[in-house]
């Protein structure tokens, strides 16, 4: 073999037939990608904590809400019940107007 078609073997990467390196390695990108990796996953959790909270706060609302819709319910279950007595004493009323009506005539 000679020189020209001998293999060589670049440090970190794979061999290569004098034609330059396979992968060209940069230690500087390597750092870059992992100062950005690291930058894009601190604004992954500040967004994660974001919508927790966000989702914590939503969570007492409806809460708040279904205890408030608890309460009217049972104050308007109330009233019902007030306005069907009202209507039966009103009925007992016009009924025994009528029925002593009736033994007038």
């Given at each position: 073999?000679?020189?020209?078609?001998?293999?060589?073997?670049?440090?970190l990467t794979t061999s290569t037939w004098?034609?330059?390196?396979?992968?060209?390695?940069?230690?500087?990108?390597?750092?870059?990608?992992?100062?950005?990796?690291?930058?894009?996953?601190?604004?992954?959790?500040?967004?994660?904590?974001?919508?927790?909270?966000?989702?914590?706060?939503?969570?007492?609302?409806?809460?708040?809400?279904?205890?408030e819709t608890a309460k009217n319910r049972?104050?308007?279950?109330?009233?019902?019940?007030?306005?069907?007595?009202?209507?039966?004493?009103?009925?007992?009323?016009?009924?025994?107007?009528?029925?002593?009506?009736?033994?007038?005539l």
């Open positions: 073999m000679s020189a020209e078609t001998k293999p060589v073997i670049n440090s004098n034609s330059g390196k396979a992968y060209d390695f940069k230690p500087m990108d390597t750092q870059k990608k992992n100062q950005e990796l690291k930058n894009e996953e601190a604004k992954v959790e500040a967004k994660l904590k974001m919508y927790l909270q966000k989702f914590k706060e939503l969570e007492s609302t409806i809460s708040l809400q279904e205890e049972v104050v308007d279950v109330s009233l019902i019940q007030k306005m069907v007595e009202d209507l039966e004493d009103d009925v007992v009323e016009v009924n025994s107007k009528a029925s002593g009506a009736d033994g007038h």
